[in-house]
């Protein structure tokens, strides 16, 4: 099995218990604040490795950001349907995207997993 599948097997899985409920943390939500202050009003932002939509899709969304959320599993990408609908999905590799081609959808910034492992602490 390569890579890919195996990354993909491994969050359908683990499906909607990668969610992380703490947006309080004082860190993380002081570093977010003024991750989105940097952005222009309403602008489109690119989410690679949504996962289930929570917390930065339904954070941003509620922000009044354009969020385009793109996670490799299938079951990440119908949970964060359900839990933000707002946001423009799509299921695809981070390795399958295209940066000159995909250019075109004018996004002024880019969520990482690196930024958010990061920033998001396990609460506890």
């Known amino acids: 099995m390569d890579i890919l599948k195996l990354n993909k097997k491994a969050w359908d899985e683990i499906g ?3 969610a992380y409920p ?4 004082k860190k993380y939500l002081e570093t977010f604040n003024l ?3 940097k952005l222009p009003k309403n602008a489109s932002v690119l989410d690679f490795g949504c996962g289930p939509g929570l917390p930065i899709t339904k954070e941003l969304i509620k922000r009044g950001f354009k969020v385009t959320a793109i996670d490799i599993s299938d079951t990440m990408i119908k949970e964060a349907k359900k839990n933000v609908p707002e946001a423009k999905y799509i299921q695809l590799s981070m390795t399958g995207i295209d940066f000159f081609i995909h250019g075109s959808l ?4 880019l969520i990482t997993i690196f930024f958010k492992k990061l920033f998001i602490q396990p609460s506890g």
């Open 16 to 18: 909607e218990k990668a």
């Open 22 to 25: 703490n947006i309080k943390n």
């Open 35 to 37: 991750f989105c202050s």
């Open 106 to 109: 004018s996004l002024e910034l």
